[in-house]
């Protein structure tokens, strides 16, 4: 079965810098997607992306977060600057056209920021 | 979006049925109703979908009343790793975009032996 996955599993950084995360999306699926979870606390939606731009973002992907879809397979999220709040798993999804909300999410990063 | 409601946590034991209801009032016309389910340290894992009436897959069933204020996923024959958070989402389906999912804190299953 296609699965969402991730990379890396595990991210340690330090406040200040600058993390990529990177998802490799079920290939025929057109809409992607981020979320994260604080350790503890529900899962929080982030952006959405289809055709090669954001469709929606929520009020957490400020301007410290940025999306990309560099080539064919790879969808990543840029957090600049990290801070110690940005700590918590991320998760990629996407979807089927026209089937959005049967998302398939991947295995999450954990980013720890110290 | 429609607000849902579900227990915080269940208790059950290997081999009953579970029966996970979620109340969902304010449920529009073009709303559908998803379960999905999520182990610790893993992302949520779809589980079924539904309109109305009854939906059965090979994990579980969704029944759904006329009204569509409620909906209760069936878990049938639990075993002890069926204990995960489950999650009921409304969600409208319409073509085109890509709209966020919108969690709650879903219901915390423990399955015991």
């Known amino acids: 079965e296609p699965e969402v996955t991730q990379t890396p599993s595990h991210q340690v950084t330090q406040m200040g810098q600058e993390v990529i995360l990177r998802c490799v999306p079920i290939s025929n699926h057109l809409y992607f997607y981020w979320y994260r979870q604080i350790l503890g606390q529900k899962v929080e939606f982030l952006v959405s992306?289809?055709?090669?731009?954001?469709?929606?973002k929520s009020e957490i992907f400020d301007d410290q977060f940025s999306v990309e879809r560099p080539d064919g397979s790879n969808f990543t999220l840029k957090i600049r600057s990290t801070k110690l709040e940005d700590s918590a798993m991320y998760f990629c999804a996407s979807s089927e056209a026209g089937v959005r909300e049967t998302q398939y999410f991947g295995p999450g990063t954990r980013l720890l920021v110290l | 979006l429609a607000k849902t409601t579900q227990p915080i946590s269940m208790d059950s034991y290997e081999g009953q049925e579970v029966n996970i209801t979620c109340s969902h009032n304010?449920?529009?016309?073009?709303?559908?109703i998803t379960w999905y389910q999520q182990f610790p340290s893993q992302g949520p894992r779809f589980i079924i979908q539904?309109?109305?009436t009854k939906v059965t897959n090979e994990v579980a069933s969704l029944f759904i009343p006329a009204d569509r204020k409620s909906s209760t996923l069936s878990l049938p024959r639990v075993s002890l790793s069926d204990t995960a958070v489950y999650y009921c989402l409304v969600a409208r389906h319409s073509g085109g975009g890509a709209d966020g999912l919108t969690f709650g804190k879903g219901t915390h299953l423990i399955i015991q032996p």
């Open positions: 304010n449920i529009a016309t073009n709303d559908y």
């Open positions: 539904g309109y109305k």
């Open positions: 992306f289809y055709n090669n731009e954001i469709s929606e």
